[in-house]
């Protein structure tokens, strides 16, 4: 047993690494070398892979950026349950509080060894001083920012006060960063790298995109006579299980449409047909939407129609089938929604019922949003979107390995599907299908 095992048991409690990933980027995070990135997804256990490597330098501490004050108070007060000190300076604090801290960092031997503050603070005198005497007295282990999204616009949650760290890395180029996300998309990864200003090479630590137990595959709208009946014999067949599991862990099924109206069309033309399902989108109140996503959730309810606004927070683990009726706005996105099937690691089915007329509704949008911005920034972000839109219809209207087309767009090495989606498993089939679809629409 190594130090890093031994710390892992010793100040964390776990007898292992959650996965050879994390174990990965904790030893490179510790070893201090390079500036490191991690995009692991929610839960699991990013923080670890730098609260572990700190523990190995006494007397020093290690700066973490957070997006929000709800988060530092959640992360310090799990540190402080298993006695490792973790202090945070913020606004919110008493000005007694703030010289408590400050004295302790800048004692000789300072007892903190996290020291959680908002991109906001960054900006303060008291914290620019603070760091100058920390990098001064080679008190800082690293930097980390945590949520290293935000720092990009293609990110859900873009804050213009992370792009102000980019400033603080190159300022102090003698401690390591450590920049973390649960994003997977290449572009936030590029966006983080460059607008962090990370020095290269910077380690990379990803899990692959690559989901062995999920089946993907298209259908052509077209190329059948009972749509709706189609998706719900693929729902149907894909919920069936044993009778005696728990409610909360009863399969569910997720059906993403573009429009209102779609959800609660398709929400009643499915229950009529037998399946129980409720529609869920941004119109409905509320207090509507929380109902939807408790009963879905207990598993009162097996389905939802629903605009991509479902699905966020939502971690169930019993998802059988996520099906898009239309298109998906791009392969991110695609990925991202389509990924909620599954978590349980059980097999799960992923599936498109592409439409040419969803195609050119999406199409249509897109370009009419280009036609509006006015800025260049809006422009060119407009053109990236549209640009991704495009790899997505390829990948209705390509012959090409699901999973394939997914590695290619995270840069990732190609994965053996092993007949894990409908090309690998019946090129043959795909392609009669497509050249009927391709027949029907232009004619
Ligand atoms: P993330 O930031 O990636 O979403 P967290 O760091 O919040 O994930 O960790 C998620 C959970 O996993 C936490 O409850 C954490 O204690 C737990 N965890 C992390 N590493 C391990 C490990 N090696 N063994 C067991 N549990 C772990
Ligand atoms: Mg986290
Ligand atoms: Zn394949």
New binding site residues.
Partial sequence: MDNVTEK?FQC?G?????SEL?ERAIRAIARGVHDVYVS?????????CFQLPAMLQDNKVAIVFSPLLALIKDQID?LSKIKINAESINSKMTSKDRERVLNDLRSMKPNTRFLYVTPEQAATGTFKSLMEHLVKYKKLSYVVV?EAHCVSEWGHDFRPDYLKLGNLREQYKSVPWVA?T?TASAEVAKDILSNLKLLLPVAQYKTPSFRRNLFYDVIYQNCIDDEVGHLTEFLKKSLKEDENVKPKDKNAAIVYCRTREQTEDLANMLSKRGLMCLAYHGGMKSSERISVQEKWSQGEVPCVCATVSFGMGVDKASVRAVAHWGIAQNVAAYYQESGRAGRDGKPAFCRIYYCRSERNAVDFLLKSEVGRSKTPEQKNRCKVAYKSFEIMVKYCEDIKCRHKVFAEYFGEEIPKCGGRCDVCSDERSVRRALDQHQRRASS
Wanted: no cysteine.
């Fill in positions: 892992l964390f776990h007898r292992k690494f959650k994390q692991m997804p929610t839960g699991s256990g990013k923080s670890l799990h945590d973390l649960a």
